[in-house]
């Protein structure tokens, strides 16, 4: 590649040359056939631009706000896990970056950095995204120091039940590299070494019985907004509105998680359910784009 990178797919090319083979693998693959890896491209590529003549662009603002927080631009940083993987400041590096661009970091519950690193790291607004561990008490902890920090929402994420069948880190048998936030208090060993220790370890911790009910006990334990991140259906996006969560985030876990769901573009206009209410929509690698509306729209739902 001849000078700087100028787009994401050149940066893409950089890290593979760049990263182990396992990392780059976990961090670009998808889940089984990666049908729905492909379908998230391909169905944002077949979206062109309308584009209308003689407007005064002269001066432009696509600044937004996210649960009343203002950024510079409809796009945020999505929560993905261990960044350490791919740079050694990890997660507080990424944060850095927000700051930079005024934006919303999401941490993962899964970062290499802990939340109070990256809390301590820069003033970028933040917000928390929680995988439930069977523990509760272990989620719980992780929410309180969430909210401890200042982190301003929880992004509940519900994809993940088990973890994708990724193929590519069955082979490479991907490791558990040191998970900041629950060191010392859930152990990362697994009793196998074959296939994706990643996978095993998710398997043994996450809480597989999560359900509606427990968005109660989650809105029990934190005064945060809570956001649902893996809404793919009409259906869901409406229970969601049913249980009072603040927003909900159309995603499907950058075709991670189950294959063979329809690209998440292609279902935002059923998810958002004939309705304007706070939804996060995923794209190519980050959030892409994002629709709010105010405190009584929402309540006109209920
Ligand atoms: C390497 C990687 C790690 C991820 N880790 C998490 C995570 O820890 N928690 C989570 O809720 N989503 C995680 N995601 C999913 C992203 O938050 C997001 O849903 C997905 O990347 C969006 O799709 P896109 O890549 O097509 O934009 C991860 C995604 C990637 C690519
Ligand atoms: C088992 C979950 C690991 C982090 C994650 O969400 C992902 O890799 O997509």
New binding site residues.
């Given amino acids: 590649m001849e000078g700087e990178p100028v787009n994401v797919n050149e940066f893409q090319e950089l890290a593979r040359q760049a990263l182990p083979k396992m990392y780059y693998d ?2 670009s693959g998808g889940a089984e056939d990666q049908y729905t890896l492909k379908e ?1 491209l391909e169905a944002f590529r077949r979206i062109t631009f309308r584009p209308r003549i003689l407007v005064d662009v002269s001066r432009i603002n696509l600044s937004t706000t996210v649960l009343g927080y203002k950024i510079s631009a409809p796009i945020m940083v ?5 960044h350490k993987l791919a740079h050694p400041e990890g997660e507080i590096a990424t944060a850095r970056a927000a700051a930079a661009s005024n934006t919303i970091m999401v941490l ?3 970062s290499s950095c802990t939340i109070e690193e990256v809390a301590s790291s820069c003033n970028a607004i933040r917000f928390f ?1 929680l ?1 439930v561990h069977k523990n509760r008490d272990v989620a719980a902890q992780l929410v309180q120091r969430a909210e401890r920090n200042g982190y301003k929402a929880i ?1 509940l ?1 519900v994809d ?1 039940p088990m973890p994708g069948r990724r193929e590519a880190d069955i082979k490479n048998k991907m490791i558990v590299p040191p998970l900041k936030n629950i060191e010392g208090i859930v152990s990362t060993e697994v009793d196998n070494d074959e296939g994706s220790i990643l996978e095993s370890f998710a398997k043994r911790a996450l809480d597989a019985s999560l359900c509606w009910r427990d968005i109660g006990w989650l809105r029990s334990i934190t005064n945060l907004p809570i956001l649902i ?1 893996g809404v793919l259906t009409r259906e869901d996006a409406i229970k969601a509105t049913e249980v009072g969560v603040a927003g909900i985030v159309v ?6 998680q189950l294959d063979y769901t329809p690209a ?1 573009i292609t279902v935002l206009e059923e998810a958002s359910c004939g309705c304007r209410w706070f939804m996060l929509l ?7 784009l994002m629709e709010e509306c105010g405190e009584e729209q929402m309540s006109s739902r209920h």
């Avoid at 999505?78 to 261990?82: Q, R, S």
């Avoid at 995923?282 to 892409?288: N, T, V, W």
């Fill in positions: 976990f961090f998230n999505a929560p993905t896990g261990m993962s519950s899964v995204q995988y992004v994420t993940t991140k995603s499907n876990h950058g075709a991670r998440t995923e794209g190519k690698f980050l959030c892409s």
